[in-house]
């Protein structure tokens, strides 16, 4: 009899917020009514910024969840930067392109250098001796680890090395050594080699490794020398079903999500500045609303522009539930993609709600990237550099011609990034060998 129970280790699992928690939390669902016996491995205390109990619904009464505790250095770093008369840091100021204090250099180098994969790395080793009796007492065959943080494949590779009959599938959301995060983190030579190392060995140990963008399977082939999965991130349809579009009274648009330096709106908001400038109808009429984490610096460059504080609203983190019902009252998403060497990459999950929402798309981004791809053949919405200020002005004078006329969006093909159709194609991994 096929045996279908599976560990998935993962460090981010409800209350914990995003769209890394939803990727996992989705599978395990999903491969619930596929009849599979999942059991998820997550962190007791883990430190995370962003919260959305509401997310809870969705983990089937049958899925097991050990919550396994965690030691992170993070409290102590909250502690030495009150020390320095920092405020509390937000997750959004963490990523620094620019001039940095002499605290955020120091914590920075601490940060890339003495924890590496990153500061998870001390629930590497208690997490493989709980969990090796765990799965020989369970007849545990298959494990699956996900990152980032990327220490939780290291917890697969020691375990895979002590049980060598284990099925290990390692699922990275992110690169490793080539995640654009570490090029903001002062990494040493040295630093940058180990995580190249460890990254190799986890690559050329698991028996499958899947990613979630074509441009991310080329790049994890090349650095492996083997073959790499897809499996994207989805949405799940039964959250839209209930979605009601209602007519807005301003030109809604709406960015939801983190905002860094490496995520940066401000093309599109100079871009409305200058159409607000030319068309009084137009700045009466726009609101633009943020929706999660935003950096200091952008918010200061947007409270500092008397034009642009007047049509610009910040929210912090909303449930999932809550912001399912803003998709009716939405009229254009935007979706700022990281301006860095791996954005061809970057399909975060946001977009795919934003394809399931049936509003249009407006992304900055490379537009010979995998988003632009999707975008392009699903008819789903609009992708400009982030240089081409009158193609962003004009997309957006585009989309408001649209809203002022009532007219509708229809998308083609976005059935196949169902949550339902993923985890078909996740249950075709777990039934296969390696090749």
């Not at 599938?169 to 570490?182: G, K, T």
């Not at 330096?261 to 009429?285: G, W």
Request: charged share 25%; with cysteine; glycine share 6%.
């Amino acid at each position: 009899m096929l045996n279908k129970k599976v560990l998935i280790i993962t460090y981010y699992w409800p209350p914990s917020g995003g769209s890394g928690v939803q990727r996992w939390l989705k599978f395990v669902k999903y491969l619930v009514r596929e009849g599979w016996e999942p059991c998820v491995f997550t962190t007791e205390n883990p430190s995370f910024t962003i919260e959305d109990k509401s997310l809870q619904k969705d983990v089937p009464d049958s899925a097991e969840v050990i919550r396994f505790p965690i030691w992170e250095p993070y409290q102590l770093f909250f502690k030495l930067s009150s020390l320095f008369g920092n405020k509390t840091p937000q997750q959004a100021d963490f990523i620094s392109t620019g001039k940095k204090t002499f605290f955020q250099k120091v914590s920075s180098w601490i940060r890339g250098n003495l924890f590496i994969p990153d500061a998870r790395v001390f629930w590497v080793k208690p997490s493989v001796e709980y969990l090796a009796d765990f799965i020989n007492r369970n007849q545990i065959e298959k494990i699956i680890t996900t990152g980032p943080p990327h220490s939780i494949h290291l917890i697969g590779l020691r375990l895979k090395k002590m049980n060598p009959a284990l099925q290990w599938i390692a699922d990275f959301r992110d690169p490793w050594s080539e995640w654009d995060l570490l090029d903001t983190l002062s990494l040493s030579f040295l630093a940058r080699k180990k995580h190249v190392s460890l990254e190799r060995k986890a690559l050329t140990t698991a028996d499958r490794v899947i990613t979630i963008a074509p441009f991310h399977v080329n790049r994890l082939e090349v650095l492996s020398g083997r073959k790499v999965d897809l499996i994207t991130n989805g949405f799940d349809e039964e959250d839209f079903q209930e979605i009601v579009h209602s007519r807005t009274d301003k030109f809604t648009i709406r960015h939801v999500g983190i905002v860094d330096e490496l995520r940066d709106p401000k093309p599109v908001m100079l871009a409305i500045k200058e159409i607000c400038a030319t068309d009084k109808d137009f700045a009466s009429r726009v609101l633009i609303e943020f929706i999660g984490k935003v950096n200091s610096a952008f918010k200061n460059f947007i409270t500092e522009d008397p034009q642009l504080s007047a049509i610009t609203r910040f929210v912090d983190q909303i449930p999932h539930d809550q912001l399912l019902k803003l998709y009716g009252a939405t009229d254009l998403q935007l979706l700022v993609l990281a301006h860095t060497s791996i954005a061809p990459g970057n399909l975060p999950g946001k977009f795919f709600e934003y394809l399931a929402s049936g509003n249009p798309i407006l992304a900055i981004g490379p537009v010979e990237g995998d988003a632009a791809y999707i975008l392009n053949k699903s008819k789903a919405g609009l992708i400009k550099e982030q240089n081409d200020i009158v193609g962003i002005k004009t997309a957006l004078l585009h989309y408001y011609s649209q809203w002022n006329t009532g007219s509708f969006m229809t998308t083609e093909g976005i059935e196949m990034f169902t949550r339902r159709k993923l985890t078909e194609q996740l249950i075709s991994l777990l039934l296969q060998k390696e090749d």
